[in-house]
């Protein structure tokens, strides 16, 4: 029994990391750029990515919490 709790902890903790890992995939970017769209998902680390290119509203900068928070949880392709 011991053994199994061990283990489960172990795996809860090692998902946590990755987790958190996958949101913070430049963390020390501070600001990013989103098009300001309910339709975007990706966010930007320049506000001249080709990415931006396709946006037909305002293009802003926030902080890269407030992009996930609006739904922009990925980086744009063209930035990888």
């Not at 963390?27 to 975007?40: F, K, L, N, R």
Request: net charge positive; hydrophobic share 30%.
């Amino acid at each position: 029994m011991k053994k199994i709790r061990s283990v489960l902890v172990f795996l809860i903790c090692v998902t946590a990391l990755i987790s958190a890992d996958q949101i913070q995939t430049h963390p020390e970017q501070s600001s990013v750029y989103i098009c300001d769209s309910t339709g975007a998902t990706k966010y930007h680390l320049t506000s001249n990515c080709r990415g931006l290119n396709a946006c037909d509203h305002k293009v802003i900068k926030v902080t890269k919490q407030e992009a996930y928070n609006k739904g922009k949880k990925e980086l744009c392709g063209w930035e990888d």
